[in-house]
């Protein structure tokens, strides 16, 4: 890969795609971000004008022609996540029809290589604990939420692609960890221990830091590899001890009551009915207090290997995030 190649970034107003940009930047490469116009790009007011923005939706054709004008690398991080039933269909048009359309113009434009930033909620989801590796299978079953049917799907249009001469590269991260938009996503679990809630999920995931998912990310777009999927997780680890961990580096009241089944089913009613009298999306939803009771081992030996990566301890991330948090509190008093 050459630096003066153009590589378009989609969802770069987002928490991968940020930083994606930026790592891609730092590095001298000449970048071009889709961005919609209501997008907050405040995460990279300190990159401006050392990349290019373009206007653009992964669901209008032709923002994308010119988007797609002259590059060569393609990074499609653009998705929407939601555990609201009613957004099922907007996720789907977005996360399946989106990227349709995005691996549709990389053929067109004769992309030389496109990864998609996908997530582990593409293997699907089960009721018994199993280790899950880039082999394991789709299981259509009622415990798969839509947003895991959506990225699921999607990745099935990006081997469509691969099929028809695309070459390509799908990521499939763990919970992301890092600063961020701490009322969004998965960043939300350090504004809600820094609030020193009582509660704790009581199941295990996977976990890793933003930064490492656009490192990895890199290094597989910069690499020979393709047709291959990748796991991007750095350690499985119980939501109690996560908590715990954060709670420790904002010294806060460490989290102490388990969430029981009884608990969440009046939890995840008790949020439904806040966002229809405030209007705003419910922090919690029966699908995420499922979701987060279970256990999830990822396996991350394929990565590894592949690339000889080394991630991040999570002990180290959640110090680093904490005290930027911590900062950016410190300087809005």
Not at 29 to 34: D, F, G, I, P, S
Not at 144 to 159: G, Q
Not at 175 to 202: A, C, H, M, R
Request: charged share 25%.
């Amino acid at each position: 890969m050459e630096n003066k190649e153009i590589i378009l970034v989609t969802g770069a107003s987002g928490f991968v795609g940020a930083e994606l940009v930026k790592q891609l930047v730092e590095q001298g490469k000449k970048v071009r971000a889709l961005r919609r116009k209501s997008s907050n790009v405040s995460f990279l007011q300190d990159y401006e004008g050392k990349f290019e923005w373009v206007y653009g939706d992964v669901n209008d054709i032709p923002s994308l022609e010119a988007a797609f004008e002259n590059v060569a690398y393609v990074y499609h991080s653009a998705a929407m996540i939601s555990f609201v039933p009613s957004e099922k269909y907007k996720m789907f048009k977005v996360n399946i029809e989106g990227t349709a359309n995005m691996v549709n113009m990389a053929l067109a434009k004769g992309v030389k290589k496109f990864l998609q930033v996908s997530s582990v909620s593409a293997f699907g989801r089960y009721d018994i604990q199993k280790e899950i590796n880039e082999e394991t299978k789709w299981v259509e079953n009622d415990e798969n939420t839509n947003y895991a049917i959506a990225k699921h799907r999607s990745e099935l249009e990006v081997w469509r692609a691969k099929e028809e001469g695309l070459d390509v590269v799908i990521v499939n991260p763990a919970t992301i960890l890092g600063f961020g938009d701490w009322s969004q996503g998965s960043s939300q679990i350090f504004k809600n221990v820094f609030d020193e809630i009582s509660f704790y999920p009581t199941g295990i995931n996977g976990f890793i830091s933003v930064e490492d998912v656009a490192k990895a990310s890199i290094q597989l777009m910069e690499s020979d590899i393709s047709g291959e999927r990748f796991i991007l997780s750095a350690e499985n680890i119980a939501f109690k001890d996560l908590f715990a961990s954060i709670a420790k580096a904002f010294d806060k009241k460490i989290p102490s009551k388990p969430l029981s089944p009884f608990i969440r089913e009046i939890g995840w009613r008790f949020y439904w009915l806040k966002s229809k009298l405030s209007g705003q999306q419910p922090l919690v939803t029966k699908e995420t207090t499922l979701y987060t009771s279970r256990n999830y081992i990822y396996l991350n030996d394929k990565v590894k290997e592949a690339l000889n990566f080394e991630f991040e301890s999570i002990e180290e991330v959640v110090k680093r995030t904490c005290a930027k948090y911590l900062q950016a509190q410190f300087s809005k008093a």
